[in-house]
């Protein structure tokens, strides 16, 4: 069973990020497909901390939605949370 940190995946399956698709909606389809793991989509860093309403809504997630990973864009680097 994969393992990241403390949290434990119920498989190794994992919704890879993209941008423009993984948004809320289609995360959830992808856990009842089957997805142990699912990235949100790509969100800016900069435009988050400029624009927080907006980026409240990329960030958008539920009790479903769960182990959730967001991938955040800053400047010229990419990091996971
Ligand atoms: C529409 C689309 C958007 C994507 N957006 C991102 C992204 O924002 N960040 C990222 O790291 N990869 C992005 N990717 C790459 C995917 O996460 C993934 O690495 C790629 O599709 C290869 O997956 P595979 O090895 O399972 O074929 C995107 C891919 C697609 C098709």
């Known amino acids: 069973m994969l393992k990241i940190?403390?949290?434990r995946l119920k498989n190794r399956?994992?919704?890879a990020p993209m941008a423009g698709v993984t948004n809320l909606a289609f995360r959830i389809l992808a856990r009842?497909?089957?997805a142990g793991l699912a990235?949100?989509?790509m969100v800016d860093a900069d435009?988050?901390?400029y624009d927080i309403h907006r980026?409240?809504?990329e960030?958008?997630?539920n009790s479903e939605d769960a182990p959730v990973t967001c991938q955040l864009f800053w400047g010229a680097?990419?990091?996971a949370c």
């Open 5 to 7: 940190g403390n949290v």
């Open 13 to 15: 399956l994992v919704l």
């Open 32 to 34: 009842r497909y089957g």
């Open 39 to 41: 990235f949100s989509e």
């Open 47 to 49: 435009g988050m901390f």
């Open 55 to 57: 980026r409240k809504k």
């Open 59 to 61: 960030f958008s997630t």
């Open 77 to 79: 680097g990419r990091y």
